[in-house]
């Protein structure tokens, strides 16, 4: 089986074809490591090879593994569905949520982000594909929620993430993507400073760079399958 450190360095030279054939600087793509229910042996072996940024959807796993990994100096995402009674652990430990998608939780965050850390950066969900299975707002209430977001003291809101409904083939790929794309155009709109575009995971990540992504998160085509 092929190594985390091999995998990285192939992943990172995927990721910076696709941004130089998008016609984009490579630099302004960010590789997200999705590390959930992955063990700290795999993580420990992304960073030692250069990985800075990983991605975690359980809170209590997130936690513990930010305590066990604090000697390393991560930078830890929370990506998945966050709780209103969940939000003071993820306030404490990790430095991004990519996840809200109600304004309690942002008050909550914002209230709970302790005063010795930076702001928590945060973006705002949005279900593009109005799946009733997914959390996230619809997209005409992502200016609402992000410009609210970006009116709280100790939270800095950076843009959107999406996680659309599988598609197959690279132009299909793109149109949700194309979509979040021009939302964060409204944000500008709306004079709501954004920079950060959260899409694309293992099966989509070029369409998603082609679109505009800045960060990418990608577990599977770095860590390989998840057990369990
Ligand atoms: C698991 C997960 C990913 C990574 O998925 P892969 O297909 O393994 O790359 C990305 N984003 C979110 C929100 C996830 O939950």
């Not at 450190?5 to 600087?25: C, F, M, Q, V, Y």
């Not at 999705?34 to 959807?57: C, M, W």
């Not at 569905?81 to 309690?104: G, M, P, Y």
């Not at 954004?194 to 577990?219: H, K, N, P, Q, W």
Request: charged share 25%.
């Amino acid at each position: 089986m092929i190594g985390v450190t091999e995998n990285l360095s192939l992943l990172s030279d995927l990721l910076n074809k696709s941004a130089i054939d998008a016609g984009r600087d490579p630099g302004a793509v960010r590789l997200l490591a999705v590390s959930k229910k992955q063990p700290l042996t795999k993580i420990r072996e992304a960073a030692a090879a250069g990985q800075r940024d990983f991605g975690e959807n359980i809170v209590q796993e997130g936690v513990e593994k930010i305590r066990e990994l604090a000697d390393l100096g991560l930078t830890w995402h929370f990506i998945g569905h966050l709780q209103s009674n969940k939000t003071r652990a993820v306030a404490e430990n990790f430095d991004w949520v990519h996840t809200i998608d109600k304004l309690k939780t942002a008050r909550r965050l914002s209230d709970q982000r302790p005063a010795g850390l930076p702001p928590l950066n945060v973006c705002v969900q949005v279900n593009v594909d109005d799946e009733p299975s997914k959390s996230g707002v619809s997209p005409g209430e992502a200016v609402g929620l992000a410009g609210a977001c970006a009116g709280l003291p100790n939270l800095t809101f950076r843009g959107l993430m999406c996680l659309p409904a599988i598609r197959e083939g690279f132009e299909a790929q793109r149109e949700p993507f194309a979509r979040l794309r021009a939302l964060a155009g409204d944000l500008r709109g709306h004079e709501i400073d954004t920079d950060t575009l959260s899409m694309g995971m293992t099966a989509d990540y070029r369409a998603a760079i082609f679109e505009g992504a800045t960060i990418v998160r990608i577990g599977t085509a770095l860590f390989g399958e998840r057990p369990g």
